[in-house]
């Protein structure tokens, strides 16, 4: 983990502003589409009091106890989020049985979140500006093209970076959470017999007494927990502390007053249940609030596609992704980055959402399912890491990731009925993306397998040379994906130019299973003999390859490279049918796609266009 340098104060209300928009949102929404959603729960006053008792032990046990307190442990080198934390578990159980189930599970968990990344801006700003309806039913019509309007133009920004105007995060998220809280206080207040709900009494009497509505409530009381995985994922941005204080302090305050607010305005006006969020405040303060609402919308967006970003660099890195343009939108910062290919699909795929689904409360049906099963996943996860890594006994994990997996599959089973009713977007992204995924990771390995039967050992190629053979001035870098035998370049440039370099450099580049490899550890170097020479670079899935610098960083090795004297040879690889095909046709097909279009390694390796040397083979896989 890179260290970060920023002042206590300055990570808190960066934390602030990044960390809690989505989760901070959720008071839009929750409460509404459990009594007035698609299966509407009756507003009584046993069933607000048990709503709400449901709602603040939900945060307790699936945000506080089980992300706070518990997954927060498991980071990976100061990194978290399901790709982080699959590659821990895949390095702690590597050799054993499990281990390629639970990395599906891991690459499952990746493709919910992609489906999450699209839901989340559609729902979240169409809630924000549904609160026309509140000041003139008639402005409905403009919900739409307006919640459209605003996503296009996030979108359209992502290009030019979000660190100026995530210095504007922090202070809006600041007011919100100070409004969500003061507006709870107000109306409770009122009716201040509604803090009882606090008891988990009333959350068991609610599930007992009426199980069907309480199943129901379910898939609605979950959406107050939604981006309570975002406190894991962006660990590594602000570090544990941080996190942790801001949300025992502030923002779990905040939100518990809102809801409870909500909750004991229910009991006095249960007609409000359409949208009790904004009925907390006087008419003349609903307009404002709109504004308020959608610009913490809008960082709730931006915070979810800043993440998509980073999990597609980091799903590259892993190879479950083709090589893909990464731009580095500041000189200063290493996780600020635009990936253009993620931010047009998103793009396309969240207007989609808007247009179609017409209203958060439709989109609501489709939220639950990524959320609950990314959750249930890591529960999953987890538990390798308190076993392997922690080395807790055997029973406690038992009994705890038993309880958090027990109220993880009760909130997708209550998700899972509303397929029907939008949820099949989730799932549908989350096959799609998953098939990507493992596509690609089974047709690189495929590729490395018939790379090292047709390789050739060093050793007879370098006796084969001779002596006679005319050596060309300066240093030829040969990319290699494996780290023995010969790669094609290297023959091809033999077989038909008949020469060899003075110096030439095998070099294979290795993705870690830590997000950042220390300079120290970039580079393994080993001389052959003969002016060959064998490297092994090395960069952590939350870097950027480099190679001509990890190059550079072996002067004092041994191994000093002119920049304008060396160039670089690479394979391009074209896949070609096979008659035995080492994975369903249809999937090879879709394999030479990606592969045809993926980024070329030059940009990819960040290497100069004008030093390089390419040449095509074909390969069946």
């Not at 133009?153 to 409004?179: D, E, H, N, S, Y």
């Not at 080492?582 to 030059?602: D, I, P, Q, S």
Request: hydrophobic content about 55%; some cysteine; overall charge neutral.
């Amino acid at each position: 983990m890179t260290e970060n340098k920023q002042k206590p104060a300055g990570l808190l209300l960066g934390a602030l502003g990044v960390v809690y928009g989505d989760i901070g949102t959720s008071p839009l929404y929750a409460l509404r589409e459990t009594f007035a959603g698609h299966h509407p729960i009756a507003v009584t006053p046993e069933n607000v009091f048990g709503v709400l008792s449901l709602v603040f032990w939900t945060v307790m046990l699936l945000v506080t106890v089980k992300y706070v307190l518990i997954i927060m442990r498991a980071d990976n080198h100061g990194e978290g989020g399901s790709l982080a934390l699959l590659a821990l578990v895949s390095d702690l159980t590597r050799g054993m049985r499990v281990s390629r189930p639970l990395m599906l599970l891991g690459i499952f968990a990746a493709a919910l979140f992609y489906g999450d990344s699209m839901i989340t801006p559609a729902i979240s700003v169409l809630s924000a500006v549904e609160g026309l309806e509140v000041i003139a039913p008639e402005l409905d019509a403009y919900v739409v093209p307006t919640t459209a309007v605003v996503l296009v133009g996030l979108f359209l920004l992502q290009k030019k970076g979000t660190g100026a105007v995530g210095m504007l995060f922090g202070p809006i998220m600041l007011v919100w959470f100070a409004v969500l809280a003061v507006l709870g206080v107000v109306n409770i207040l009122a009716h201040p017999g509604v803090l009882a709900a606090l008891s988990p009494g009333y959350a068991v009497a609610f599930a007992v007494g009426n199980p069907l509505a309480g199943f129901f409530a379910l898939g609605s009381v979950v959406l107050a927990v939604t981006g309570g995985e975002a406190l894991y994922t962006d660990m590594g941005h602000f570090g544990r502390f941080p996190i942790r204080l801001t949300w025992f302090c502030f923002v779990l305050p905040a939100l518990m007053l809102n809801y409870l607010g909500q909750g004991a305005l229910l009991l006095d006006n249960p007609a409000t249940a359409t949208n009790p969020f904004y009925r907390l405040v006087a008419d003349w303060a609903v307009a404002p609030l709109i504004i308020l609402a959608t610009l913490a919308t809008v960082i709730a967006s931006q915070a979810v596609i800043s993440g998509a970003f980073s999990v597609a660099r980091q799903a590259v890195q892993l190879g479950l992704l083709p090589r893909m343009t990464i731009v580095h939108t500041s000189g200063a910062e290493e996780g600020q980055i635009y990936v253009p290919f993620t931010n047009w699909t998103l793009v396309v795929a969240v207007l989609a959402l808007v247009v179609g689904f017409q209203s958060s409360s439709n989109l609501a049906a489709a939220y639950g399912i990524a959320v609950t099963g990314t959750m249930m996943i890591d529960t999953i996860l987890v538990a390798f890491v308190m076993l392997y890594l922690w080395k807790w006994p055997t029973l406690l994990v038992i009994v705890l990731i038993g309880g958090l997996l027990l109220i993880d599959v009760a909130f997708f089973s209550a998700n899972f009925i509303k397929v029907t009713q939008g949820g099949w977007f989730s799932l549908f992204i989350a096959v799609l993306s998953f098939t990507v995924l493992t596509t690609w990771r089974r047709g690189r390995e495929l590729v490395r397998t018939q790379l090292s039967r047709q390789s050739v050992p060093l050793e007879a190629v370098m006796r084969s040379i001779g002596p006679d053979i005319s050596r060309a001035r300066g240093t030829a870098v040969f990319m290699t994906s494996t780290a023995d035998g010969v790669p094609a370049a290297l023959l091809h440039n033999v077989k038909h130019n008949q020469t060899v370099h003075e110096r030439v450099i095998l070099a294979t580049v290795k993705t870690a299973d830590s997000p950042y490899v220390e300079e120290s550890a970039r580079a393994t170097l080993s001389e052959l003999g003969d002016g060959f020479w064998r490297v092994l670079i090395r960069f952590g899935f939350m870097e950027t390859p480099d190679v001509p610098a990890a190059l550079a960083g072996l002067r004092d090795r041994g191994l000093s490279l002119d920049p304008m004297k060396t160039s670089y040879f690479l394979s391009r690889d074209t896949i070609v049918p096979s008659l035995y095909p080492g994975m369903a046709v249809w999937r090879e097909r879709l394999f030479a796609f990606m592969a045809l279009n993926a980024t070329r390694a030059t940009v990819f390796f960040n290497i100069p266009t004008e030093r390089v040397v390419e040449l095509g083979t074909q390969l069946e896989i």
